[in-house]
């Protein structure tokens, strides 16, 4: 199986360069960016 992550990025430079951009260290945290993450995720595709 290919590695999609690299696959991705290497099809869509501004998207590799968007996604960097949004996961540096700021106001938030990386650990507290991960968990929005997860939140928006689990609240989109899972039914209540």
Not at 35 to 44: D, F, N, Q, R
């Amino acid at each position: 199986m290919p590695n999609i992550k690299r696959s991705h990025f290497q099809s869509n430079p501004n998207f590799k360069a968007c996604f960097a951009e949004t996961h540096q260290t700021g106001v938030l945290d990386a650990k507290t960016k991960e968990l929005m993450h997860l939140a928006l995720v689990l609240a989109l595709h899972c039914e209540p």
